[in-house]
């Protein structure tokens, strides 16, 4: 039979370890770091296949990477948006930036004011949509995915005149994949709030996609 005493004092130290980890924060979230270079074979072959395509992993996928399987899902779907989806692609960097700033996210404002620029959007147009409101800067088309994100990122409910209005100027696919562009990174701008996910200060950038 087992020792009482000595059971409970292994299950003790098991737990004091597994608390200091995940009590540990790292250098680019408050999760312990990975190995580096990466060991999992999802991250190895993710970061090749960044590198490739002009990008690098940053430290959302450095973070969410702790769960491998369940972080190339959810890249599946960022690339998806980024690569294959219809609507022009200042639009969606238009309704990601309001997003990130609703939710209050630095990490991603400070990774899609970079892929805005590198797309050549326009600079004054990318520092006015937080204040989009009282700006004279957006035209009609953008003024309508604003006031979209405006409605969606304040709990949901949209308003038929502003469902119309978005309807105006954008067909039905169009429309999905703006929604599914702000409810993306609407649960990306909390994830990285959640586990404090440090902004890269070396210049990584995710893979740029199409402009």
Same mark, same amino acid.
Request: charged share 10%; aromatic share 8%; glycine share 8%.
């Given at each position: 039979m087992f020792n009482s005493k000595v059971l409970s004092r292994v299950v003790l130290s098991i737990f004091l370890t597994l608390s200091f980890n995940v009590a540990t924060a790292g250098t680019y979230s408050r999760l312990p770091d990975l190995p580096d270079p990466a060991v999992d074979p999802i991250l190895k072959k993710e970061q090749e296949e960044r590198k490739a395509a002009g990008g690098s992993i940053i430290n959302l996928q450095l973070t @969410?990477?702790? =769960?491998?399987? /369940?972080? /190339? =899902?959810t890249v599946g779907l960022a690339k998806a948006l980024r690569l294959d989806a219809i609507t022009p692609r200042y639009i969606r960097e238009v309704a990601i930036i309001r997003t990130a700033g609703v939710v209050g996210s630095d990490y991603e404002l400070g990774q899609h004011y970079a892929l805005a620029k590198a797309c050549r959007y326009d600079n004054d147009k990318i520092q006015a949509i937080q @204040?989009?409101?009282k700006s004279t800067l957006f035209d009609q088309k953008e003024r309508a995915v604003l006031a979209y994100v405006e409605e969606m990122t304040h709990g949901g409910d949209v308003s038929d005149p502003t469902f119309d209005q978005l309807g105006q100027f954008f067909s039905t696919q169009e429309i999905v994949e703006i929604t599914l562009t702000i409810s993306q990174y609407f649960g990306n701008g909390l994830v990285t709030k959640a586990l404090r996910i440090k902004p890269e200060t070396d210049g990584r950038v995710t893979y740029p996609g199409k402009c």
């Open positions: @969410t990477g702790h =769960a491998p399987k /369940i972080m /190339i =899902a @204040t989009w409101q």
